[in-house]
């Protein structure tokens, strides 16, 4: 067979979580992440958007009404990342999250771009970042891509609140 390479228009259309509480997750991926509620299937999944898409997230308790989270050391998604347009957008996401003492778990500058992570309801890793224009992406000496993780500058990024 020979190689393949896949289209470059090629996206990831949506994810679809197990979550054991229906209410609870759409508390959280709406009430406080913003997303709008798109359809239900009665009281067993929800599809939800950013900006009128049909989903780019489903949540559903088919398989999981009830079930404690995933074990961390196990196989399986580790999360989903949810890349915001600007930095700014991305500093109102995290006050947003801070205000309602919503924990982290980490947060990180890539080079690529700057991201936190936390957990959803059900234990579900999400990352939210936006990226660096490409120009700024750090490269080596034959071009090549070099990502790291480096401290985030959580101040620095709060600070595009008071930018207009």
């Known amino acids: 067979m020979g190689a393949y390479t896949i289209p470059h228009q090629t996206r990831i259309g949506h994810v679809h979580l197990k979550v054991s509480d229906l209410k609870r997750a759409l508390d959280f991926y709406c009430g406080l992440l913003g997303f709008e509620l798109m359809a239900t299937y009665g009281n067993e999944a929800a599809f939800i958007s950013a900006g009128g898409y049909h989903h780019h997230i489903g949540l559903n308790t088919w398989h999981s009404l009830g079930s404690p989270p995933a074990p961390r050391n196990g196989v399986g998604l580790y ?34 771009s700057e991201a936190i992570y936390l957990d959803d309801p059900d234990g579900n890793g999400v990352e939210l970042y936006c990226d660096r224009p490409r120009h700024e992406w750090p490269l080596d000496t034959d071009g090549r891509l070099m990502m790291y993780t480096h401290p985030l500058d959580l101040e620095g990024l709060l600070n595009e609140l008071s930018r207009d």
């Open 79 to 112: 999360h989903v990342a949810l890349l915001y347009p600007s930095r700014k957008d991305l500093a109102v996401a995290v006050k947003r999250l801070l205000d309602a003492h919503y924990p982290l778990t980490g947060a990180a500058d890539h080079g690529v």
